[in-house]
């Protein structure tokens, strides 16, 4: 597919970048090229970035943790081939919109684990279990996972999970009940939480 600039009218048309954008990352996935597909939602909790490869929602991140720097992390992890492409990721707009109407409860997307391993993947994989509206303390996911003594390396888990909100770190606390850190700051952490508990 040929795009070029005529097809969209002069530079100055206000218009004309986002068209162009959008035409690119059509072109690009139409001809796999496209290997992380990315757009920016606004939420209750700020402008979301989400991102997903071919195999699913690869990383949800917060304004707080520098988009632009999450992009770069993204093009040297999983591939430089990195373009806005909001289309692919209409489902996972679409599911969170819904998160945070309180119209949805849990997420039925395909997700790309790729960026954790070992102990923090485990981790992960195991926070859906713990149900909308409930938390559970950082000694409890550590005993969930099978590792009673391991409740820094949860903590460390939860603070580098690729897929927050998605992937519901925001319902583990400390032991007595404060929040505890968050990648999106404790205010986020906190609105989450509020946002179940209604």
């Known amino acids: 597919m040929n795009i070029s600039t005529d097809d969209f009218g002069s530079a100055a048309d206000p218009g004309t970048l986002s068209r162009l954008r959008h035409q690119l990352g059509l ?4 001809e796999g090229l496209l290997d992380v597909a990315f757009t920016t939602v606004d939420s209750p909790v700020g402008p979301l970035l989400l991102a997903a490869t071919p195999k699913g929602l690869v990383r949800v991140a917060y304004a707080i943790e ?4 999450v992009l770069d992390t993204l093009a040297r992890q999983v591939s430089p081939r990195v373009l806005r492409a909001p289309k692919r ?4 707009a679409r599911e969170l919109e819904e ?4 119209q949805r409860r849990g997420f039925d997307l395909p997700l790309d684990l790729s960026l954790s391993r070992g102990f923090r993947l485990l981790v992960q994989q195991q926070l859906p279990s713990i149900g909308y509206g409930q938390t559970r303390s950082y000694r409890q996911v550590a005993e969930l996972v099978g590792n009673p003594k391991a409740v820094r390396a949860v903590g460390t888990a939860c603070a580098t999970n690729p897929l927050p909100v998605v992937l519901p770190c925001h319902r583990v606390l400390r032991s007595d009940g404060t929040p505890g850190g968050y990648a999106g700051g404790t205010a986020a952490k906190t609105t989450l939480l509020s946002l ?3």
């Open 99 to 102: 998160y945070f109407q309180g």
């Open 89 to 92: 990721l209409d489902m996972a």
């Open 66 to 69: 520098d988009h632009d720097r």
């Open 196 to 198: 179940e508990a209604a």
């Open 27 to 30: 072109a690009a996935d139409a």
